[in-house]
Nanobody, 112 residues
Framework: QVQLVESAGGLVQPGGSLRLSCAAS????????IGWFRQAPGKEREGVSC????????YYSDAVKGRFTISRSNAKNTVYLQMNSLKPEDTARYYC?????WGQGTQVTVSS
């Protein structure tokens, strides 16, 4: 069964950090670019970051540049999103996307 499963969201205080994981099953992530997206209540889903399959080049939205880092472990068939210096406006449900598939999402809430 082909699926993507996100994990490790949660509640964190402003300025804190979280590392999200997205594990793939049923296909090999090596061959695909992988993206992280997020959707806050009442807002459209937006792209946050992506990493290429070929040379590992990365992209970050202006909102997260300098604070978030995307990486991948081909050995674990997993992609990560390290989120530092979190802000309340980062609160959203975070989704990974690859090979035409979406994960179910994981909630990140930044609040004191």
């Amino acid at each position: 069964q082909v699926q993507l499963v996100e994990s490790a969201g949660g509640l964190v205080q402003p300025g804190g950090s979280l590392r999200l994981s997205c594990a793939a099953s049923g296909f090999t992530l090596d061959y695909y670019a992988i993206g992280w997206f997020r959707q806050a209540p009442g807002k459209e889903r937006e792209g946050v970051s992506c990493i290429s399959s070929s040379d590992g080049s990365t992209y970050y939205s202006d909102a997260v540049k300098g604070r978030f880092t995307i990486s991948r472990s081909n050995a674990k068939n997993t992609v990560y999103l390290q989120m530092n210096s979190l802000k309340p406006e980062d609160t959203a449900r975070y989704y990974c996307f690859a090979n035409g598939y979406w994960g179910q999402g994981t909630q990140v809430t930044v609040s004191s």
